[in-house]
Structure formats: C-alpha cells, structure tokens
C-alpha cells in the first residue's frame, strides 16, 4: 500500500497505486464474460486482482472475489442503469433505516428472495427422513423464558383459541432424543407476534420447552391464524413490484436443538392452511382439557385444537456425512 507522504503527492499517487497491480490477470479469476477485446483487464478483473493483493484471510477473499464476479456479471448480464442502481441503492438505505430489533427488513428480504432457505439447506442438509428445515423468519427473539413440558407459553389476555401441541423427538433409527429443547414462537389468533404490540414488555407465545428424557414434550397456548408479513417498508414495495403479496399461512416456528444433534429449524402448517401441513384436530371435553394443562376459563370457545407431531432429527455426524459428499 502506497505511504501517507505518497498519497499526498500529486506527481506520485497514481504510480504508486498502479504498481499495486500486474498488467495481466489468469483468466481463471474471472467470468468469462468480465473479459473484452482488445483490453488487458476489466474493472472486475481490478478489484479482485486488488482483494488478490492484499487480502490476507482466505475466506474472506473467496467471499468478496465471487460476490465481485457475480455482482459485476449480473450488471452486465441486465444491463443495469443508474437509475436501477440508485433505486436499489435507496431500497438498501431505507432497509437499514427502518429495521429494528423485532424488525429487521434485510431478512425479510433474504427470506422473500429464497436465500434464508438456501443458506440453511447448505449449512444443514437433511437425511432422507429427517424432518426438512426452513427459515426462522424476522420474529425470533433471543428473551423467551425456559420452560418445563407440560406448560404454557401464552400471556392472560392472549387472544385466539386454545390448542395442545404435543410432539415426539427422534433420531432416524427411532431412538428417543434426550436432552431436547424446543425453541417455539408463533402468531396469536390476530396474526400478530409478541413483537409486534407497542405496549410488549415481556416474551408471550413463544418459549424453550425442555422435553422429557423420554423424547416428549408437549406445551398448551393458542392456535396462530395467517397474517401479512411486514409490508410497510422497502420488502413490501419489493413485492408489489413483482406481482407477490406478503401473506403468510398459520403456522408455529421451531429450532430444536440437543446434544449431538444437528440443529433443526423448521415451522409446521396446520393442513386447513394453504400449504401442506400436519392435521390438528379438535376436542370439546372439558376433562380432556384439565389433562392438558388448561385451567378453568382458559377455553373461551368451546374448544381446542389439539396438534401432533414426530420430529425427526438428524445427528451431527449424519449431517457432516452429506457436506462431505458435496
């Protein structure tokens, strides 16, 4: 890197900077279509022969160098205008504006673009059996209290009607995991999360519910409804650009995680939704309910939606056995 005293001087700076690079690059550092006839090198073919220079993480300089090629090939490839480029530029600036802690528009927006999804099936690829993984979406929260089984995560005055979950933990042999814990959040019966109330002052409807030894656990709350996600902000506009809505179908999210055991992030569908899902079904006995934890005016509706499911996680070592076939 040229010196302070360099920089400063006029008749030095562009020499100094020039030198910091070689005339010719291996054609193998760029896309093909980075190159031009009848010149020694593209500005693409600059920045990374730069980061080539001076990067000293490995990593670091196989991240940027792809993004670098890919970014300048998806210019070249649409054809990107200024006004394009200061429409995105003004897309990013208020993503980053209008996020907050229980907020934040730059998932939204790798989750309505499919990379959350992609990232999680590179960084945990699934065995055939085991249950498939998805995104935790904007509204996870690190504050939700731990809990035993058998509990309940809902707040007095939660609105919605009463449901039972109740799931088993397995690995892929059919053995009961030990030392499980459910992470859960979820909508209330008005679509909206914890989060999302102005007067929030703790967690509710979301808790880390300690399965028994045995691979149980089971806890009691409301049943989550549909809801739009957040479309106020730059995501939202995104959408409507190309043509989507922001609608999202009831369901319940989960990271389960134990020892020696991959972590499994995933969310179910209920199958009255309009995607696939398991099948909750309905109970109007009122000493079924006192067996599931409810206590008397805990059902306002004359029923509850009782939900099962078997979770099946994979191992640690199941899960390195895929990477490495990549």
């Given at each position: 890197?040229?010196s302070i005293?360099?920089?400063?001087?006029?008749?030095?700076?562009?020499?100094?900077?020039?030198?910091?690079?070689?005339?010719?690059?291996?054609k193998?550092?760029?896309?093909?279509?980075?190159?031009?006839?009848?010149?020694k090198?593209?500005?693409t073919?600059?920045v990374?022969?730069?980061?080539?220079?001076?990067?000293?993480?490995?990593?670091?300089?196989?991240?940027?160098t792809?993004?670098?090629?890919?970014?300048?090939?998806?210019?070249?490839?649409?054809?990107l205008?200024?006004?394009?480029?200061r429409?995105?530029?003004?897309?990013?600036?208020?993503a980053?504006?209008?996020?907050?802690?229980?907020?934040?528009?730059?998932?939204?927006?790798?989750?309505?673009?499919?990379?959350?999804?992609l990232l999680?099936?590179l960084?945990?690829?699934r065995?055939d059996?085991?249950?498939?993984?998805?995104?935790?979406g904007?509204?996870?929260t690190?504050?939700?209290?731990?809990?035993?089984s058998?509990?309940?995560?809902i707040?007095?005055?939660?609105?919605g009607?009463?449901?039972?979950?109740?799931?088993?933990?397995?690995?892929?042999?059919?053995?009961?995991?030990?030392?499980?814990?459910?992470?859960?959040?979820?909508?209330?019966?008005?679509?909206?999360?914890?989060?999302?109330?102005?007067?929030?002052?703790?967690?509710?409807?979301r808790?880390?519910i300690?399965?028994?030894?045995?691979g149980?656990?089971n806890?009691?709350?409301?049943?989550?409804?549909?809801?739009?996600i957040?479309?106020?902000?730059?995501v939202?506009?995104?959408?409507?650009?190309?043509?989507r809505h922001?609608?999202?179908?009831?369901?319940?999210?989960?990271?389960?995680?134990?020892?020696?055991?991959?972590?499994?992030?995933?969310?179910?569908?209920?199958?009255?939704?309009?995607?696939?899902?398991?099948?909750?079904?309905?109970s109007?006995?009122?000493?079924?309910?006192?067996?599931?934890?409810?206590?008397?005016?805990?059902?306002?509706?004359?029923r509850?939606?009782?939900?099962?499911?078997?979770?099946?996680?994979a191992?640690?070592?199941?899960v390195?056995?895929?990477?490495?076939?990549?």
């Open positions: 890197m040229a005293d360099v920089m400063r001087d006029p008749t030095k700076t562009g020499k100094a900077i020039r030198a910091q690079i070689r005339d010719t690059i291996p193998d550092l760029a896309l093909e279509t980075d190159f031009k006839e009848g010149t090198y593209t500005i073919e600059h990374i022969k730069l980061m080539d220079e001076l990067c000293k993480d490995p990593r670091t300089l196989k991240v940027f792809s993004l670098v090629k890919h970014l300048h090939a998806f210019a070249r490839e649409t054809g205008t200024h006004d394009e480029w429409l995105a530029i003004e897309m990013l600036t208020r980053g504006k209008e996020s907050t802690d229980f907020k934040n528009e730059f998932i939204l927006l790798s989750d309505t673009l499919g990379l959350s999804v999680d099936e960084s945990h690829p065995p059996g085991a249950t498939e993984s998805c995104e935790e904007p509204f996870f690190v504050d939700a209290p731990e809990l035993p058998g509990t309940s995560l707040k007095d005055g939660t609105l009607e009463a449901m039972f979950f109740e799931c088993t933990l397995k690995n892929l042999k059919g053995e009961p995991v030990k030392g499980a814990k459910l992470e859960v959040w979820q909508a209330d019966g008005d679509g909206l999360y914890d989060v999302q109330y102005p007067d929030r002052v703790e967690a509710n409807n808790a880390r300690i399965a028994t030894d045995d149980i656990a806890f009691h709350g409301v049943m989550p409804t549909a809801y739009p957040p479309s106020d902000g730059p939202g506009d995104m959408l409507a650009a190309t043509g922001p609608h999202r179908a009831s369901h319940l999210h989960f990271h389960i995680t134990a020892p020696g055991y991959d972590t499994l992030t995933t969310a179910l569908y209920p199958d009255f939704s309009p995607f696939l899902g398991t099948d909750p079904v309905l109007a006995d009122k000493a079924e309910w006192a067996n599931m934890g409810f206590k008397e005016g805990d059902v306002t509706t004359g509850v939606h009782i939900w099962k499911y078997a979770f099946v996680l191992s640690n070592e199941e390195a056995a895929l990477k490495a076939k990549k």
